[in-house]
């Protein structure tokens, strides 16, 4: 074996591991990364992770946040997960070093498909992996979205080897990425991923047309499905689960035609376009790509005692004060409620992007260039609704995902990836110097021109007024002073980027002007893009995210409150009114909430809460059996009028529709009565009242409740627990027995006379079917290409 040949690898995946472990070398010591959305998940998977540990199986369903709901999202282990190994071999460093890791072997990987030279291949993953919005994500503990956004260049590397007609290879690439994408679990990035893919085919298409190779076109697209589907297949258990919950999650249709104020309800299969659109990004924001501050750079800036904000603090409160202030102010002017920081790409990749579009020929260059701008303009969002609306009312699925901006993934790939093709075209001697001059001074008008009009007008172009200006309303000449701060922002950033490109352009020109060697321009331009991007993303994300992995592992302590409710041994549900409870991951790390953490919660459930709970609807919280309500840190109020576990009712309220379901809780007594909608029981509607009869429960686990009942007559008995129908079967002494959705999200059912065994049981179907349909997809991804390999074999002995 010719060892010499891999070696450039080794020597690749060394510098990556060490430039993970650099940047995050608190992982050394043993820290962890303090991230808010994996705080929150902690909450959200207690009772998951303690039931996995005692039962050693999958419960599928979780009852400590929201009253319950399918685990799909949450935390889950599927069957056949075996990908799940496959991942751990890439993934092997601590995370967050894990993810940066995997950005850089990605991009290589797709560098390689296009046959870079591996020195400007590690050029290009470090540029890939250091843009500033893929470090920012694991500030804010989007670790679903870093790793499948690790994926995306493996995957396409796996398609551009199907295009160039290395079959087996592409076809197993991409089978074997699109396994590993689908399993990282965030369809949102997997679905961009479909339309960078799309945007490609169409310009392979248009150049199969060109070329009258339709037949071979055709023949690429089959493989490249057929690899997909088998990707797909793999995490079927997975896919499926999801798809059915969609359906009944915020993400799905809902029934209601009227607001929580009575007003018409906008109808929509998905999302609402307001809550869609939420996070835009601004037109001239867009410039923040190139230009890092551009729009004062997160929604919290630290500034310096030099600044205006500092001095004027300092004059007016004091120097502690101004210290104090100064280390969280209000920086950023755009639209969007919050900004960790800006999707900062680079200005130095931007110049080798447009060094591309100059220099680069051929059908990469279309599709990178379109895909950019196709990018570009759907993260504008409700800022450009023309194109915005549309994707919304018509695409398939667009409108099952909010914050538009992330779109721009699309653009961090496309970028860096045509910047190092430009270098591979300049580096080459298929070019005249003559055009390679043109090209590179062509690109410094560009994005330095832009730099340059940015440092002579942009003080005077904007108002530099943000969304939450209204905080420093009552100061004046601080309100003066931080547009000032602003407007040295955009001033200082706009020269940083002009003398970056400057010096990128200074390089190549001398290499081309044989003062340079290609190796020593590597290295300079190495330098440049790395200090451009950390010097960014430090401010961001740096060792004082990290802490002990102690405070990671074990993020919340109780408080008096929490330790006055654990004492109560007895099901029950908690109330925490000293947070938004639908964006409260804390309470469900001990209790069983009414609340909880999620994007995706069951959208009964979250109509109920804007309803009925945010009008404090105390009859809503007795139903939910909500029998504590903390209302302070230290103060609990104990809800005596809760209802229990289960209780019987004595009449059936019978309604058209779901608004008027909805509307019946305002003054329904839940102790006597339930609201159930037309159709769904066609038994009797009135119960006889029995003073002796209960229903107690017996045994809880969160996938399966056992209730005993006592009753001289049939009754109706009302649970607590969230109806769910494509998962949870009721039994009475164990022969199957149908439940109803009562009170817009409970279950209720019959009970005949005399003494019973009502039991509960979590036995999803999806799961059973997505099983057998991943352990085809896993034989076809290991059979497929070893009989392929050998065919190809055996006709090349036979040639």
């Known amino acids: 074996m010719n060892f010499k040949k891999y070696l450039p690898y080794a020597i690749a995946i060394f510098i990556f591991v060490i430039a993970s472990i650099v940047y995050f070398n608190p992982v050394l010591s043993g820290k962890k990364i303090k991230q808010s959305d994996i705080v929150q998940f902690s909450g959200m998977s207690k009772e998951i992770a303690d039931f996995r540990k005692e039962n050693n199986e999958e419960p599928y369903w979780l009852g400590n946040a929201f009253s319950g709901m399918p685990s799909y999202q949450v935390s889950t282990y599927y069957p056949n997960d075996f990908v799940r190994y496959i991942d751990k071999v890439f993934r092997f460093l601590p995370r967050p070093a894990d993810y940066?890791?995997?950005?850089?072997?990605?991009?290589?990987?797709?560098?390689?498909?296009?046959?870079?030279?591996?020195?400007?291949?590690?050029?290009?993953?470090?540029?890939?992996?250091?843009?500033?919005?893929?470090?920012?994500?694991?500030?804010?503990?989007?670790?679903?979205?870093a790793h499948a956004i690790g994926y995306i260049p493996m995957v396409v590397a796996g398609v551009l080897y199907v295009f160039q007609k290395r079959y087996l290879i592409g076809f197993s690439v991409t089978a074997l990425a699109m396994a590993l994408e689908v399993y990282s679990n965030h369809p949102q990035m997997t679905y961009y991923l479909g339309f960078c893919l799309l945007i490609l085919g169409i310009v392979e298409?248009?150049?199969?047309?060109?070329?009258?190779?339709?037949?071979?076109?055709?023949?690429?697209?089959?493989?490249?499905?057929?690899?997909?589907?088998?990707?797909?297949?793999?995490?079927?258990?997975?896919?499926?689960?999801?798809?059915?919950y969609a359906d009944y999650s915020t993400r799905g249709k809902s029934e209601l035609t009227i607001n929580p104020d009575g007003t018409p309800k906008e109808s929509s299969n998905g999302l609402s376009k307001e809550y869609i659109t939420q996070f835009s990004y601004g037109i001239w924001e867009t410039f923040?790509?190139?230009?890092?501050?551009?729009?004062?750079?997160?929604?919290?800036?630290?500034?310096?005692?030099?600044?205006?904000?500092?001095?004027?603090?300092?004059?007016?409160?004091?120097?502690?004060?101004?210290?104090?202030?100064?280390?969280?102010?209000?920086?950023?002017?755009?639209?969007?409620?919050?900004?960790?920081?800006?999707?900062?790409?680079?200005?130095?990749?931007?110049?080798?992007?447009?060094?591309?579009?100059?220099?680069?020929?051929?059908?990469?260059?279309?599709?990178?260039?379109?895909?950019t701008i196709f990018s570009i303009l759907l993260s504008w969002g409700k800022n450009f609704p023309i194109i915005t609306n549309f994707f919304i009312d018509y695409i398939p699925l667009y409108n099952k995902f909010r914050a538009v901006s992330s779109i721009q993934v699309i653009a961090e790939l496309c970028?860096?990836?045509?910047?190092?093709?430009?270098?591979?075209?300049?580096?080459?001697?298929?070019?005249?110097?003559?055009?390679?001059?043109?090209?590179?001074?062509?690109?410094?008008?560009?994005?330095?021109?832009?730099?340059?009009?940015?440092?002579?007008?942009?003080?005077s172009l904007f108002a530099f007024e943000g969304i939450r200006d209204e905080q420093y309303g009552q100061l004046p000449s601080l309100m003066e002073a931080l547009i000032?701060?602003?407007?040295?922002?955009?001033?200082?950033?706009?020269?940083?980027t002009l003398i970056l490109v400057f010096l990128s352009a200074g390089a190549l020109w001398l290499y081309l002007k044989d003062k340079l060697k290609q190796v020593t321009v590597i290295f300079i331009l190495g330098v440049l893009i790395l200090f451009d991007l950390i010097s960014v993303d430090i401010k961001y994300v740096n060792k004082e995210d990290f802490v002990s992995a102690r405070r990671v592992d074990k993020p919340f302590t109780p408080t008096k409150a929490d330790e006055q409710i654990l004492q109560d041994k007895t099901h029950y549900r908690v109330a925490n009114f000293t947070t938004d409870p639908m964006q409260d991951g804390r309470t469900s790390y001990y209790h069983?909430?009414?609340?909880?953490?999620?994007?995706?919660?069951?959208?009964?459930?979250?109509?109920?809460?804007?309803?009925?709970?945010?009008?404090?609807?105390?009859?809503?919280?007795?139903?939910?059996?909500?029998?504590?309500?903390?209302?302070?840190?230290?103060?609990?109020?104990?809800?005596?009028?809760?209802?229990?576990?289960?209780?019987?009712?004595?009449?059936?309220?019978?309604?058209?529709?779901?608004?008027?379901?909805?509307?019946?809780?305002?003054?329904?007594?839940?102790?006597?009565?339930?609201?159930?909608?037309?159709?769904?029981?066609?038994?009797?509607?009135?119960?006889?009242?029995?003073?002796?009869?209960?229903?107690?429960?017996?045994?809880?686990?969160?996938?399966?409740?056992?209730?005993?009942?006592?009753?001289?007559?049939?009754?109706?008995?009302?649970?607590?627990?969230?109806?769910?129908?494509?998962?949870?079967?009721?039994?009475?002494?164990?022969?199957?027995?149908?439940?109803?959705?009562?009170?817009?999200?409970?279950?209720?059912?019959?009970?005949?006379?005399?003494?019973?065994?009502?039991?509960?049981?979590?036995?999803?179907?999806?799961?059973?079917?997505?099983?057998?349909?991943?352990?085809?997809?896993?034989?076809?991804?290991?059979?497929?290409?070893?009989?392929?390999?050998?065919?190809?074999?055996?006709?090349?002995?036979?040639?």
Do not use: C
């Not at 999707?343 to 895909?371: E, H, M, N, P």
């Not at 005249?432 to 340059?452: L, P, W």
């Open 100 to 145: 940066l890791f995997l950005y850089f072997l990605g991009f290589f990987l797709l560098l390689n498909a296009l046959k870079v030279d591996w020195k400007l291949a590690v050029l290009g993953s470090l540029s890939f992996g250091f843009s500033t919005y893929l470090i920012i994500i694991f500030g804010a503990g989007h670790n679903a979205k």
């Open 205 to 244: 298409l248009i150049e199969a047309f060109k070329n009258k190779e339709l037949p071979s076109f055709a023949k690429q697209v089959v493989i490249i499905i057929v690899a997909v589907v088998i990707g797909v297949g793999v995490n079927a258990p997975r896919l499926m689960a999801m798809k059915e």
């Open 288 to 371: 923040n790509l190139m230009i890092p501050r551009f729009m004062g750079g997160g929604t919290v800036e630290k500034l310096g005692e030099d600044s205006e904000f500092y001095q004027v603090l300092e004059q007016e409160a004091g120097r502690s004060v101004a210290r104090d202030y100064s280390s969280q102010v209000l920086t950023y002017w755009g639209k969007q409620p919050i900004v960790e920081a800006p999707a900062y790409i680079g200005a130095v990749l931007f110049f080798l992007f447009f060094l591309g579009i100059f220099l680069v020929r051929g059908k990469l260059k279309y599709w990178l260039v379109s895909a």
């Open 415 to 459: 970028v860096p990836l045509l910047g190092i093709l430009a270098l591979k075209e300049l580096f080459s001697s298929k070019i005249s110097s003559e055009e390679k001059e043109k090209s590179i001074k062509k690109a410094f008008y560009v994005v330095g021109g832009i730099a340059v009009f940015f440092i002579l007008f942009g003080s």
């Open 484 to 496: 000032a701060d602003r407007k040295s922002m955009l001033f200082s950033d706009s020269i940083r």
């Open 592 to 799: 069983q909430s009414i609340g909880g953490y999620h994007a995706a919660k069951m959208k009964r459930y979250q109509e109920l809460f804007d309803y009925q709970i945010a009008k404090n609807n105390i009859g809503v919280l007795n139903m939910l059996n909500t029998k504590y309500l903390i209302v302070g840190e230290d103060k609990v109020q104990v809800n005596p009028e809760a209802n229990g576990n289960a209780w019987f009712v004595e009449n059936l309220l019978v309604v058209d529709s779901a608004d008027e379901e909805i509307k019946a809780l305002d003054s329904l007594n839940t102790k006597k009565t339930a609201v159930i909608k037309k159709g769904l029981i066609a038994n009797r509607l009135k119960f006889e009242k029995d003073s002796t009869a209960s229903i107690e429960l017996q045994n809880y686990n969160v996938n399966q409740l056992t209730y005993k009942s006592t009753s001289t007559k049939d009754q109706f008995a009302v649970f607590s627990e969230i109806y769910y129908k494509d998962g949870w079967n009721a039994y009475v002494d164990g022969k199957l027995t149908p439940h109803y959705r009562v009170n817009y999200v409970l279950r209720g059912m019959e009970i005949p006379t005399g003494n019973h065994t009502i039991e509960f049981k979590f036995e999803p179907k999806v799961i059973k079917t997505g099983k057998t349909v991943s352990l085809t997809s896993y034989i076809l991804l290991l059979l497929l290409p070893i009989g392929w390999f050998l065919f190809n074999n055996k006709n090349e002995q036979k040639n």
